[in-house]
């Protein structure tokens, strides 16, 4: 009950600012060309769905970012499993992980560029490779961390390697990998806008850079509310699915 | 015997390269180690690199700076004022999912191409990490410690500077760190999206340019510019907190 | 006439680099006894039931198992480690932990709920098959994992401190259970620990090892009657002059004397 009363609270005050919002733009605090009423903004949403694409840069993006994601994030899981469980690989591989761990992926945007033109599988391929090393580095992490006296239950029972793996070193590492597919979808909704603003390929970051070139702050921020919805959604989603899946975890150790 | 385990893969990376490269030689895309080293040094030379170099970091910090202090000041407020933190639980669980380059376009029409534009996206991309791992910091404060501050009757802002703040130090340091590294790859981002200037500006018009060598060296020196800094930090971290840090982190 | 030998440690030598943890270890332990290993820290206790139980090779010397070599762990021998709460699958419920034995050995599917039922009813958690780990006391945990021991249907349990972790009144009704669950399987048990009288209480046979490197110091042969009972077992007059045996040796090994 009490909960509720703060959600509400909080609703209260985000109303508080849209009104804050609405206030300083009728009084021209800021300039309408960069930021528009809310109630503008609000019409360029639905005007965009309704006469303009913008449904299908909405779509667009979506598909870029979860497309690129679902592939990289498996090839790096199953990498990560390779790597995490061997001692032998972990001491000549993680250093190299370590070091390219900083790398922005958008710097190999210009490479991809080189080797694929401004098409969507140029897209796809940052994407991919921006998205793994979150994957690839939390199953690493996941994989090396197994609980060892798990690791000689699995020898007690007689598992075989594959059993082992399936039944004890994968579900041990899923709290790691499923929060490092979280941070490669944030990593991948990123990517998708950039990639989407430089190759001019369909999707919401498209549809923000041509606005602003055009000036036209209202649609600006009808795509920014539109980016910012996937992102909750996407975030939300990962955050439901970890919750459930790791409801094993006790009250007890908090 | 563990530094020659570490480079033997890299080392095998760049043989390949080296072979691989020239083997599909003349390419716009791909180009051997050893031009791609060459390159470097000739952006070093003519100085290309070190102001591109200087405007990418100049930028990363001043938005870190930014971003950094408002995340953490903002942080410290909500931890400790619980009626104000879930007040605005709602409104930052909805902002904080934007992604900072989709801020891009806005602050592009306001600011126009420059300093200011990578200074704004950078520091809204570090305000959060800060804000985040503050407020939880704060949160995390032994309650017993509280509670000796009540006793001895101290003012908000005494507590908040005798006691929250130097408790917090070490998780903050680690916030820190990581809104670092965001600060390079975010000012890198904006630089290859849309602004002419700065390391990732660099990279591009190498592309354009047709130039695979000097893009791989540019791509090359960002890595090495991203782990300097973050490696930096971590030996500073050593070096300011030692083993609080270490066991700080790890909660 | 003494049953068959199951366990044989034959000069058996353990050394971890240059230090020497087991040293000439010899002795046996015969079907359907119960054998309690105890010493003072540091002897090597619990690293010989790592090397019976098949997780460590000795350095020199042998272990047979049922007369063969052991080359590693065996199906047929169940480990109970004393970190229950490391050595349970936390993301599985209780019914799931026991499962995990049995689809070790390969048992069919069909087959298994009941027998995780009969199992969770055996070691006394029949409601707690949807329960996780964490959700479980600590002496439920050991239970648990007791209960996924016996599903291997083991001809020999190894017993490592099982009952250390947990508090006093738990650790008493965890000793009569595994009195009882030893009685109805007839199983071989190898049990180490650092409580004395828990070793007498438990034991067939208590084994003493002087530490530095590990070998046998003292061997006492348990007359006292069974069914054992907390009150008046460990009130006779044998229990007690066991007891004074066993503490002297361990307080001379301690100061270094030879026993």
Redesign the interface.
Known sequence: MKALAWRFGGLAVVAVMIALWGEIAALKLVSPVFLPAPARAWTALWQGFAHADLAAKLFGTIRHMIGGWLVASFFGVALGALVGSSKAAREYVAPTLEFLRPLPASAVIPVAIAMFGLTPQMAVGVIGFGSIWPALLASVHGFAAVEPRLLEVERALGLSRWQGIAKISLPSATPDILSGLRLGLTVSLILAVVCEMIAGLDGLGQWVLLAARAYKSADIFAGVILLGAIGFVANASLRLIEARALRWRGRRTG | MKALKALALPAALVVLAEIGARAAAPSDSVAPPSEVAAAFVQALADGSLVTATRDTLMSAFAGLAIGASLGLMTGILLGSLNVLDRLMELPLELLRPIPSVAVIPIALVALGFGYRLEIVIVAFACFWPLLILSRAAVDGVEPRLIEVSRALRLTPLQRTVKIVAPAVLPRVFVAFRLAAGISLIVAVTVEIAVNPQGLGYEVMTAGQALRPDLMLAYVLWIGIVGFAFNAGLVFAQRRLFGQAARVEAAR | MTAATLIAFRDVDLAFGDHLVLGKLTFEIHEGEIVCIVGPSGCGKTTALRVA?G?IAPTRGEIAFAGAPVR????D???V?Q?YS??L????TAAGNVS??L??LGTPRAERPKRIAALLKRVGLPRHADK????LSGGMQQRLQIARCLA?EPAALMMDEPFGALDAMTRQTLQDEMLEIARATKATIFFVTHDLEEAIYLGDRVIGLMPHPGRIGIELKIDLPRPRNQVTTRESPEFLRLRHKLYDFIHASEKGEAA
């Open positions: 139980a997780l590693g762990p065996r199906r021998v169940a480990i480690f970190d490391k050595a699958l936390p993301w599985r995990l034995a689809e070790a996780f780990p964490s959700q291997q």
